[in-house]
């Protein structure tokens, strides 16, 4: 009994603090939502400013902003998740973030235009291409800036768990052993075996293949080196040009072999090697 209880305690205090966390992430989300609405409403129109002798609040435009934001926030949501999912969770860089923008506003568009098309023959009225266009280009910025705003906390912190808080499972055999990245010096591969090194040069054997390890980890701070080692960047001490144009590169973490402690990168990878550790 004494063993079983605290275990239901822990499973119920964790699932209450992701509920909470969950509930507190869109309650945010809401009221973004909300102030964002009741900003662009009320800076639309004339009438709209509340320091005007004529102001009245403008309901209906804050409620069909509210719909058509909300629309926009589940197109933004849903592909987040997609490239969380493929993209995000493995590095962030701007390349991924500026895909993922210009994705979300393209599915945006894609809804725009027959929603308006639609609502305008429910209406009885003529859609003019020119206002249809000038709406579609307004409905764009507002929602990068929506988006940016919705979204920008999540992908800081994605960012700051892909360098430094992330981690990766080692399986040797039977045993399985969690590792954060900054606690990675290198990993190398020696008859067909391949080790992850600590920074305190503790050496565990692995069941993964290099190709494999270089699919999982984030290349923002592994370097695939040559065939047998991939690098962490804070693992390197020491980088000396030698000849041919290549680069010698002296880590800080020694093992019993002192052959892995010192590398070469060759002139066709020294390029890709200075722009990955500069």
Not at 124 to 144: D, N, P, R, V
Not at 164 to 170: M, W
Not at 232 to 257: F, M, P, T, W
């Amino acid at each position: 009994m004494s063993t079983t209880q605290p275990t239901k305690n822990t499973v119920k205090t964790v699932w209450h603090t992701f509920i909470s966390s969950s509930v507190w992430c869109w309650f945010q989300k809401v009221i973004i939502l909300t102030i964002f609405s009741l900003v662009v409403n009320h800076l639309a129109t004339r009438d709209s400013f509340p320091d005007g002798e004529s102001y009245r609040f403008p309901i209906e435009g804050f409620l069909s902003t509210i719909i058509l934001f909300i629309l926009i926030g589940i197109i933004a949501d849903l592909n987040f998740k997609f490239y969380k999912k493929k993209h995000f969770s493995k590095k962030i860089e701007i390349v991924s973030i500026v895909w993922f923008m210009a994705s979300t506003l393209g599915y945006i568009t894609i809804m725009y235009i027959p929603v308006n098309i639609i609502l305008n023959i429910v209406a009885g009225g003529q859609t003019e291409f020119y206002y249809l266009l000038i709406g579609l280009l307004i409905t764009l910025l507002l929602s990068f800036i929506f988006i940016g705003i919705l979204y920008a906390q999540d992908i800081y912190s994605l960012y700051k768990l892909s360098i430094k808080d992330a981690e990766i499972t080692i399986e040797s055999g039977a045993k399985m052993t969690k590792l954060t990245y900054e606690n990675i010096a290198f990993f190398y591969s020696e008859n067909k075996i391949v080790y992850t090194v600590q920074n305190d040069g503790t050496t565990i054997n692995t069941d993964f293949t290099l190709n494999e390890l270089e699919e999982k980890i984030n290349d923002q701070l592994f370097f695939r080196a040559n065939r047998q080692i991939i690098i962490h960047k804070d693992a390197v001490d020491q980088i000396e040009k030698i000849e041919n144009g290549k680069l010698s590169i002296r880590l800080k973490a020694s093992i019993e072999n002192d052959a892995i402690a010192e590398i070469n990168i060759s002139r066709y990878k020294r390029k890709a090697f200075m722009s990955w550790f500069q």
